[in-house]
């Protein structure tokens, strides 16, 4: 594959085995360094999320390597490699429930520096509150617009897109060099989708960091990636820019239809 090192983030002969059953079998990818979106689709149970979780130490690959900002970061747990300038957020919203929104982000920024104090229990305790991490989650909730009556909510009386926006703020106030997003559009209606079509690009430019969407909206993803990866029982089937995936025989078999099949 191409020098990991021109890459922020790269995996090179994944294999991922779960008992019997081959999640990801020799995949080989490496997304862009910089600014910039990559997106990574495929039918559901191709491995898409499974390669989120290798990327990020979720889930350690039965062979291959793994590579961040050209460092092989090959078995490290994930808060190594979140450290090292990977952040994520998942399928499902993963808040801490007994936290406001602006705590969560805070936590998220005070995490980042690698501070030694996170003994569990500890979540309430000052340790995490400092100047420095406030003034970090704020920018970030200000980033993606999440407004101030909202930031002192618990999750429970968020609603999903304020949900999505306290992860995606809590993603970036570790200023990763590496967004990934796991479907952050599940869920949301049309109106919400375009918002956040326009908050991708509008943190795309803003940011010094490249992000990765796992999603299967075809209409936001073709709107805004740059590159795009697909994944078919675990397997590459195919990558290139959003006009040359949508042409591809392979793709439009496996996965995205023929306009005559969309036309039936």
């Known amino acids: 594959m191409t020098s990991a090192t021109k890459h922020s983030i790269?995996?090179?002969?994944v294999t991922v085995q779960f008992g019997g059953v081959t999640a990801l079998s020799?995949?080989?990818?490496?997304?862009g360094a910089g600014r910039g979106i990559d997106a990574l689709i495929g039918p559901n149970g191709a491995g898409k999320t499974t390669l989120f979780n290798v990327f990020t130490g979720v889930v350690q690959p039965t062979r291959g390597r793994i590579f961040a900002h050209?460092?092989?970061?090959?078995?490290?747990?994930?808060d190594q490699i979140f450290r090292r300038g990977v952040s994520r957020t998942f399928q499902g919203v993963r808040l801490f429930g007994h936290l406001t929104a602006r705590q969560n982000v805070t936590l998220a920024a005070r995490s980042a520096t690698?501070?030694?104090?996170?003994?569990?229990?500890?979540?309430?305790?000052?340790?995490?509150?400092?100047?420095?991490?406030?003034?970090?989650?704020?920018?970030?909730?200000d980033r993606v617009g999440?407004?101030?009556?909202?930031?002192?909510?618990?999750?429970?009386?968020?609603?999903?897109?304020?949900?999505?926006?306290?992860?995606i703020a809590r993603a970036i106030s570790s200023?990763?060099?590496?967004?990934?997003l796991d479907e952050p559009a599940a869920g949301l209606n049309t109106v919400e989708k375009t918002r956040l079509r326009d908050l991708l690009l509008k943190l795309s430019s803003a940011l010094d960091c490249h992000i990765?969407?796992?999603?299967?909206?075809?209409?936001?993803?073709?709107?805004?990636?740059?590159?795009?990866?697909?994944?078919?029982?675990?397997?590459?089937?195919?990558?290139?820019?959003?006009?040359?995936?949508?042409?591809?025989p392979l793709?439009?078999?496996?996965?995205?239809?023929?306009?005559?099949?969309?036309?039936?």
């Open 10 to 13: 790269a995996v090179d002969g």
């Open 26 to 31: 020799d995949v080989s990818i490496a997304f």
């Open 70 to 78: 050209g460092e092989d970061v090959s078995g490290m747990r994930q």
């Open 114 to 141: 690698g501070s030694e104090d996170r003994a569990a229990g500890r979540y309430s305790a000052p340790w995490w509150e400092s100047a420095a991490s406030r003034d970090r989650a704020r920018a970030a909730m």
């Open 146 to 167: 999440l407004a101030s009556a909202v930031q002192d909510r618990l999750p429970s009386q968020l609603s999903l897109w304020d949900s999505r926006m306290v992860e």
């Open 175 to 180: 200023q990763p060099g590496v967004l990934m």
């Open 212 to 248: 990765v969407v796992v999603e299967h909206d075809m209409e936001l993803v073709m709107s805004v990636a740059e590159h795009v990866w697909v994944l078919n029982f675990g397997k590459l089937l195919a990558h290139g820019t959003p006009a040359q995936v949508q042409a591809d």
């Open 251 to 264: 793709v439009l078999e496996a996965y995205l239809g023929s306009p005559e099949e969309e036309a039936a």
